[in-house]
């Protein structure tokens, strides 16, 4: 889906790696609907109160989501 970009939640980086994430938050347009690419295999929506914290793969994710949740007021 074609996002449109509201603001910068944050920039993450592990220590001894050299991957750096910088992360958006963005409004996804009425009518489109967020689907995989070709680094994802899968999309889902999730709710503020909903979001799987437990499940989430990197440390990086769950910062940015609470930093989000911050932003927000959630």
Not at 28 to 53: D, H, M, N, T
């Amino acid at each position: 889906a074609r996002v449109k970009i509201v603001d910068l939640v944050g920039i993450y980086s592990y220590r001894h790696s050299g991957v750096v994430t910088v992360v958006f938050f963005g409004i996804v347009p009425r009518g489109q609907k967020p689907q995989p690419g070709w680094e994802s295999q899968a999309v889902k929506l999730f709710a503020a109160k909903k979001i799987p914290w437990k499940k989430l793969a990197f440390w990086s994710t769950a910062r940015a989501l609470k930093d989000w949740k911050i932003l927000n007021g959630k």
